[in-house]
């Protein structure tokens, strides 16, 4: 069984989400966590697929919004490119393919904040994926724009991704 966890992260706290996702799967199978720079768009042989990244205005970063966070920071940023042009990218994606979602984002309700982990789920869905676990959002920090998750919240990822292998067998 071949898992892969692909991210966006602007500064950090989104690849930590996914390091932590991909450690709570790997008592299911060997996991491959990756930047969405170097995903590949070619899937076969993938078993489960994962997508992850930071909700921006509502929903999956685009280059506007990556260029305004950048400015945020003086650190430079994890992904040069986002989950959102990653995935209209893919040439195969295997019929029924198994996947899950997740996000990074303020923690407020989520009509005002929205969640990228939605609009994930519904391109996967577009391109034939199976979604096997409803979108879930991770909390970070609000200020520095570069503060990380917030406590226990890669805790929780692991155990997300630990619950999403045990849910395959």
């Given at each position: 069984?071949?898992?892969?966890?692909?991210?966006?992260s602007?500064?950090?706290?989104?690849?930590?989400?996914a390091e932590?996702?991909?450690?709570?799967?790997?008592?299911a199978?060997?996991?491959?966590?990756?930047?969405v720079d170097?995903?590949p768009?070619?899937?076969?042989?993938?078993?489960l697929?994962?997508?992850?990244?930071?909700?921006?205005v509502?929903?999956?970063s685009?280059?506007?919004t990556?260029?305004?966070?950048?400015e945020q920071?003086?650190q430079?940023t994890?992904s040069q490119?986002?989950?959102?042009?990653?995935?209209d990218?893919?040439?195969?994606?295997?019929?029924?393919l198994p996947?899950?979602?997740?996000?990074t984002?303020l923690?407020?309700?989520?009509?005002?904040t929205g969640?990228?982990?939605?609009g994930e789920?519904?391109?996967?869905?577009?391109?034939g994926c199976?979604l096997?676990?409803?979108?879930?959002?991770?909390?970070?920090?609000t200020?520095?724009?570069?503060?990380g998750?917030?406590?226990?919240?890669v805790?929780r990822a692991?155990?997300?991704?630990a619950?999403?292998?045990?849910?395959?067998?």
């Amino acid at each position: 069984m071949r898992i892969l966890v692909v991210f966006e992260s602007m500064f950090g706290a989104t690849e930590e989400i996914a390091e932590a996702i991909g450690k709570g799967l790997a008592g299911a199978a060997p996991v491959e966590v990756v930047n969405v720079d170097k995903a590949p768009r070619d899937l076969t042989g993938v078993d489960l697929l994962v997508v992850g990244g930071p909700t921006h205005v509502h929903a999956m970063s685009r280059a506007a919004t990556r260029k305004s966070a950048a400015e945020q920071s003086e650190q430079p940023t994890h992904s040069q490119t986002g989950v959102r042009e990653w995935l209209d990218s893919l040439e195969s994606v295997p019929a029924g393919l198994p996947a899950a979602t997740f996000d990074t984002r303020l923690e407020k309700p989520r009509v005002l904040t929205g969640a990228a982990s939605l609009g994930e789920a519904k391109r996967l869905r577009r391109r034939g994926c199976r979604l096997v676990r409803p979108a879930e959002s991770f909390f970070v920090e609000t200020s520095p724009a570069d503060a990380g998750p917030k406590p226990g919240e890669v805790e929780r990822a692991e155990a997300w991704g630990a619950a999403l292998g045990r849910s395959l067998s």
